[in-house]
């Protein structure tokens, strides 16, 4: 039972998180973007629960679009980088040979290649935005699930029990239904909250340095560098991105630490 | 697998990952619309107000005339002989500026990552030896915390806490300890972080082995036991750890060093990149990409001269 | 096993004292300061960090009250027709690499750097040099040279440093010569025992380049840096309570504006940009964000500037409904997302900033809320001061945030010939041409009857305030820091020179 206690507090967590970020801004639905210069730096209070900023913005609008913001980065870039990763490694298995030492190569390049300097390098000569910052994202986050999904599939497909299944007469797309996609699934999940912490870290980054990223965009990195200068005097609205940052993040890492591990014995 | 053939495979890695993103790098900015000659003209005849023909004469000498596959192979071989060009900001050359900048980068983390390292082992022994006990609970919890804060609200607090209400530390310069010490404080954290939870399951890992077990039954001494035998089992998934920990090295420079205004590599980098100064930005990224090559290089050796009986 | 451990001890001996310089004192005397604006190559007209530190000199140089007075040049004369000026450089200046100052070696350095000083904009033929006299030819009458050559831009180093390679050091005449400029990021300079005028008594500066605004309020606050400014406004806040430094706010004659690109549709008509003016609240963003509601704009120049400050003048307005009819009435209507769209095409405009001055960036954000009200969609871009001037150079640029002195050219007219005559300047309008306002500027340039040159300014004033080249937003306040152990400091309004060799310890 106390076992249960981590993983349970990690899914809670995640899921108020998922909520704000999906229905906050409908529920609250206060415009991010508004200023009101006359009444900027405004305490927190039943008008603007978290006060304002610099420019009279209602801060918890503003933290609530930059989760839809940050979320919607991060579970995009997961998806992508999933279907390429699986796409990859299926047809590495498909052709095996010189293609799949061919991919295995590339993957391992961009694999060992620090992932957020490429951004940084190409964010504002590309033009920056939401899109764009998918993109590039994206572009390093893949290899390691090709890596994870390449590995597991090759360990499975040399198993006895596919291979059985295979002499049984059972057709490729069965076996990955039925053998090859539960397996995997879970270890690609606990991968997928591992980044997408990640990636949200990342995106904060990003914002804080302003690269990829234009105002008026709610973002908590750049809410963070924007509202620094005033700590002394606006100190609940610079803790409001803080800890939504925090909180996220924290969440995917009990998540994916208390992950139950698949049933099926692997490696 | 002998030597030759780990820095044979490092090389190729190494290679192919500056081809990259030198590849990257040049499609980036030749397909953008605005005109690179002419950037280039106001940057080398600084504030004069460029004309066409004076881009006419730049694209003569840059060779920016010429068929763009031309100019690719031309720009992928001056960059394996790193040659950058000149910076469009100081008119300098770029690997002038990285020379400079690397150095001020290679003391702040090469102390960091020392003292990092000498957090996370201790920390990291004292959770595994003491699993689930108080002293465990509260380490891990400290770890996890200073890992989930982003590096660059870390560097906000130290400069708050120690630069400004307490002056114990500056934010001027690029030496002296008064300088340094919560740069490196700060990188230390962030690498101690992640790596002393590693260190914990190494060493739970280790404890729990069938050998381990069995020698201690046999009353062995744990300390003697674990120093003697247990460590060096224990140090490889450590050691496996240490790409990831070069990762996050290289994206704290950069954070770390543009809150404490510290002259090193990553500051020139988000400098570079608001200025738009291309040449030096690539440059600064293929700097720091090679310094992260580099390190994962030594620790793979490290892990071969060890382990060198088993495959890398 | 043995071999190993031996090349890994080397090699980490070898990294360590490479990495060791961790002990290095504050050196003592020494007047530091936190600078927004970065360094960049060692010519005067590079930026201003040459001749604010003292290193660089000026032929000319104004006075507090705006009278011009010799630098360099002991005196000038010009012929009646106001096209050949004689300037008679000072005898007895040494550069700090020992050479002489001759009348040979200013020629070549305005010859060598005309075009990127303030010399572009007059009208010169030819500048040689007759014994100890430059020789400056134009091809009309110029009335207001000598005030062009006051500009920190045109200062004048030795000959040995006018080549095309980039170099790690520079000699200027004036009271600190740089001793060390081999890190990009900062001068180290020294007193020069040798100085022609009052030597400084301090006898080291430390020029820093820190662009993080946070950062150099926190050196100041620490006491780490001697002199800081262009501070967030918030610093008279965060440093009242500070220990053995002063904040204060000067008024400098220098305007924040809105740079618009008047050759691009539809900011080339009149009217759209008047819209655009009347839905800016200059008094919301001067109360707010420059923390002085003083400093709204209601014209281009600020009251200091008494002659060219036209009282009878309506001030700009604060006016959506009013910008609304404007771009009613120039065919706009609309869109299905709230943005205005003339003939299929959205007005959407891109608007650059940098924060070398902190607050400009967020002058920019409200005003990309303020225009969003009237129903046009501005995309920020951000970057360092480069991207407004390079994006005027090649034409990419839409709008920008910007700031401009008045007074680096001692004389007014020397900004509008900058910034509007001819297509525009850097930090002014961009490919607004207007005849009669070039013919003014040439008029104003070759005219000495005062009666004359106020109508001038009348005019040229009102065409501006009603055309809007450029939408003016606030006047300027710079927010400095001064250690309390400094003696005798102003700021220069001129921001030409820091004058720190009348700088003292405090007792």
């Known amino acids: 039972m106390l076992r249960q206690t981590p993983w349970t507090l990690g899914v809670a967590l995640t899921l108020m998180f998922v909520g704000a970020a999906v229905f906050g801004p409908l529920i609250y639905s206060v415009d991010p973007d508004a200023q009101n210069l006359m009444s900027a730096f405004a305490h927190a209070g039943s008008e603007h629960p978290l006060g304002t900023d610099q420019l009279g913005r209602d801060i918890l609008a503003r933290v609530l679009h930059g989760a839809r913001y940050s979320a919607g980065i991060a579970v995009s870039v997961i998806l992508f980088s999933l279907a390429m990763g699986c796409v990859l490694a299926g047809v590495a298995m498909w052709f095996g040979g010189i293609v799949s030492t061919a991919l295995t190569l590339f993957s391992d390049a961009v694999y060992a290649l620090p992932g957020l300097l490429v951004t940084i390098l190409l964010a504002d000569v590309l033009g920056g935005g939401a899109v764009i910052i998918i993109f590039l994202l994206w572009l390093v986050a893949w290899p390691e699930y090709f890596r994870l999904s390449y590995s597991i599939g090759q360990h499975l497909m040399n198993s006895d029990h596919v291979l059985a299944s295979r002499l049984a007469g059972a057709s490729g797309a069965r076996i990955f239904r039925l053998q090859v996609v539960p397996v995997i699934l879970p270890y690609l999940l606990s991968l997928g909250a591992i980044s997408v912490g990640r990636i949200v870290l990342s995106i904060a980054t990003l914002g804080f340095l302003g690269i990829g990223i234009a105002p008026p965009q709610a973002e908590w990195g750049m809410m963070i560098n924007d509202l620094r200068v005033y700590w002394q005097i606006a100190p609940i609205q610079l803790a409001a991105p803080v800890l939504a940052i925090v909180w996220i993040v924290l969440a995917l890492l009990i998540l994916s630490q208390s992950m139950p591990k698949a049933k099926v014995g692997f490696g | ?312 | ?507």
């Open chain 2, 1 to 312: 697998m002998t030597l030759a053939s780990v820095l044979a495979r490092k090389a190729l890695l190494i290679v192919t990952i500056t081809l990259l993103v030198a590849t990257c790098s040049f499609w980036a900015v030749h397909l953008l619309p605005e005109n690179l000659a002419l950037q280039i003209a106001a940057a080398r005849f600084s504030g004069a107000e460029p004309s066409q023909d004076l881009a006419y004469v730049v694209n003569q000498t840059y060779g920016l005339d010429r068929p763009i596959l031309v100019q690719y192979a031309d720009w992928l071989a001056r960059t394996l002989r790193f040659d950058f060009g000149t910076s469009l900001v100081t008119g300098r050359d770029v690997s002038h500026d990285i020379a400079h900048h690397g150095v001020n980068s290679l003391r702040t983390v090469f102390w960091g990552f020392l003292a990092g390292v000498g957090f996370a082992l201790p920390i990291g022994y004292f959770c595994g030896r003491f699993a689930d006990s108080r002293l465990d609970t509260a380490l891990t919890v400290f770890s996890a915390t200073v890992s989930t804060i982003p590096s660059f609200l870390v560097a906000i607090i130290m400069v708050q806490i120690f630069v400004v209400e307490f002056g114990l530390a500056t934010l001027s310069g690029t030496s002296g300890w008064t300088r340094l010490w919560v740069l490196i404080l700060t990188i230390a954290l962030s690498v101690s972080g992640a790596l002393s939870r590693v260190v914990r399951a190494a060493v739970i890992d280790v404890r729990g082995q069938p050998y381990m077990q069995h020698a201690l039954m046999r009353g062995v001494p744990e300390r003697q036991l674990f120093w003697r035998h247990g460590a060096k089992n224990a140090l490889r998934p450590i050691l496996n750890y240490l790409p990831v920990v070069f990762m996050f090295l290289i994206y704290d420079v950069i954070v770390i060093e543009t809150v404490f205004n510290y002259h090193g590599l990553g500051w020139a980098l988000i400098n570079a990149v608001r200025a738009l100064d291309v040449p030096l930005m690539q440059g600064l990224v293929l700097a720091l990409v090679l310094f992260y090559l580099c390190c994962t290089t030594i620790s793979d050796l490290l892990t071969w001269r060890i382990y060198r009986q088993r495959a890398v």
């Open chain 3, 1 to 507: 096993m043995k071999h190993f451990i031996l090349a890994a001890a080397l090699s980490g001996t070898a990294l360590m004292s490479a990495t060791a310089p961790l002990f290095a004192g504050q050196s003592d005397d020494t007047i530091r300061i936190a600078s927004p604006w970065k360094i960049g190559a060692l010519i005067p007209s590079a930026g201003t960090a040459l001749s604010r530190t003292g290193v660089v000199e000026t032929l000319t140089m104004p006075t507090a009250e705006g009278d011009i007075v010799g630098l360099l040049a002991e005196s000038w004369s010009s012929n009646d027709t106001l096209n050949t000026w004689r300037f008679k450089v000072r005898a007895g200046v040494t550069f700090h690499d020992g050479s002489p100052l001759t009348a040979e070696t200013v020629a070549a350095n305005l010859t060598k750097f005309r075009e990127e000083s303030s010399l572009r904009t007059a009208p010169v033929t030819d500048i040689s040099f007759e014994g100890d006299e430059v020789v400056i030819t134009l091809d009309r009458a110029y009335s207001i040279l000598p005030a062009i050559l006051a500009d920190w831009n045109t200062g004048i180093i030795s000959a040995a440093n006018l080549t095309d390679e980039p170099s790690d050091s520079v000699a200027g005449t004036g009271p600190f010569a740089v001793t060390d400029a081999s890190d990009p990021t900062m001068l180290k300079l020294s007193a020069n025992a040798d100085y022609w005028g009052t030597p400084a008594t301090i006898q080291n500066v430390e020029y820093l380049f820190v662009p993080d605004a946070q950062a150099r309020q926190a050196m100041a606050q620490a006491g780490e840096v001697e002199f800081a400014f262009s501070l967030p406004v918030t610093a008279t806040q965060m440093l009242a309570g500070a220990d053995g430094v002063d904040v204060n706010i000067q008024a400098i004659p220098r305007v924040r504006a809105l740079k618009l690109n008047g050759g691009m549709a539809p900011l080339d008509e009149v009217a759209v940009r008047q819209a655009i003016s009347y839905a800016i609240d200059r008094s919301a963003i001067a109360t707010t964000i420059v923390g002085n509601p003083d400093t709204a704009a209601s014209q281009l120049f600020p009251a200091s500037l008494p002659a060219w400050h036209d009282a009878s003048l309506t001030p700009f307005a604060y006016d959506p409904a009013k910008a609304a009819e404007l771009l009613a009435d120039a065919g706009f209507s609309a869109g299905d997302d709230g943005i205005l769209v003339r003939d299929g095409e959205r007005f959407e405009i891109e608007m650059r900033t940098y924060d070398s001055r902190p607050e400009l960036p967020v002058i920019g954000v409200a005003i990309q809320g303020m225009l969003k009200e009237v129903g046009i969609d501005v995309v920020m871009k951000q970057g360092d001061w480069t991207i407004i001037s390079d994006g005027h150079t090649d034409g990419t640029l839409e709008a920008g945030i910007v700031s401009d002195s008045f007074v680096y050219v001692p004389d007014p007219i020397g900004a509008l010939s900058e910034n509007f005559y001819q297509g525009g300047g850097f930090w002014g309008s961009m490919n607004w041409n207007n005849a009669e306002f070039d013919t003014m500027v040439e008029t104003y340039q070759e005219t000495v009857d005062p009666a004359k040159l106020a109508q001038l300014r009348t005019d040229m004033v009102a065409m501006i305030h009603d055309e809007h080249p450029m939408v003016t937003v606030t006047w300027y306040d710079d927010v400095y820091a001064v250690s309390d152990a400094i003696a005798n400091f102003t700021f220069d309004v001129y921001e030409r020179d820091f004058g720190l060799n009348r700088l003292a310890w405090a007792e």
